[in-house]
């Protein structure tokens, strides 16, 4: 099967602990970004990398970083997890170009307690 | 400030009817405005997009009406199905695709048999 797989589906933890989700693409696409979800379902670009270069949102805040070890994976980590951070993350993946569409994954909702 | 405005925030119809939704932006830059469907608990899936350079798209039931002097666009859901049901979401980009996608709040839609 051809898709976005996140992990963990869930993820409960406590305000100023370190959470790390696992996203990978087998579409064969070159590009592949992180989106937040909050809780009015407006969904934010965080990242976009590709092995070329990586392209942060400035209102992202510096607690989180992507990493990636391939073209097909990118994971996000968050350092000291805030309240505001709970929301869903959405992994997204494309070719890198004009108009390429974007396939989303399932997401990972994260509940900062 | 929200670049992509989505109306009405939730719509209900009937099974049969056309559903019309309206999305508005303020950035002239933007080019290429794809369609998301959301169900819950999964991530947005793309429905149909259209460039600026048209003026209209038809995909199945699911047709884009654009008009770039007014920078709006419409989505009309044609005999919608209790199974179209969902969230949907206008995003734009421009030029600058690696920057990602600009999104709306989305539009509840709800169709009852």
């Known amino acids: 099967e051809t898709a976005v797989f996140q992990t963990p589906n869930y993820h409960v933890t406590q305000v100023g602990n370190e959470v790390s989700f696992n996203c990978k693409q087998t579409?064969?696409?070159?590009?592949m970004y992180w989106y937040k979800q909050d809780s009015k379902k407006l969904l934010k670009i965080m990242f976009s990398?590709?092995?070329?270069?990586?392209?942060v949102n400035e209102t992202v805040p510096r607690r989180f970083s992507p990493q990636s070890s391939d073209k097909a994976h990118l994971n996000l980590r968050i350092k000291s997890v805030e309240p505001e951070d709970s929301a869903v993350y959405l992994c997204?993946?494309?070719?890198?170009?004009?108009?390429?569409?974007?396939?989303f994954g399932p997401g990972t909702r994260l509940t900062v307690l | 400030q929200q670049q992509v405005r989505q109306s009405p925030q939730s719509l209900t119809v009937w099974e049969g009817e056309t559903a019309i939704l309206n999305c508005s932006y303020e950035?002239?830059?933007?080019?290429?405005f794809p369609w998301y469907q959301q169900f819950p608990g999964e991530g947005p899936a793309l429905l149909i997009a259209?460039?600026?350079?048209?003026d209209k798209k038809e995909d199945g039931g699911f047709t884009i009406f654009f008009n770039k002097r007014e920078k709006n666009l419409s989505l009309h859901i044609k005999d919608s199905q209790p199974g179209d049901s969902a969230t949907y979401f206008c995003?734009?980009?421009?030029?600058?695709?690696?920057?990602?996608?600009?999104f709306g709040l989305g539009t509840r839609v709800s169709v009852f048999p």
């Open positions: 997204a993946s494309s070719y890198w170009g004009d108009y390429a569409e974007q396939f």
């Open positions: 579409l064969g696409h070159d590009t």
């Open positions: 990398y590709n092995n070329k270069q990586l392209i």
């Open positions: 950035n002239s830059a933007f080019d290429y």
């Open positions: 259209i460039r600026s350079v048209s």
């Open positions: 995003a734009a980009s421009g030029n600058n695709y690696a920057q990602g996608l600009t």
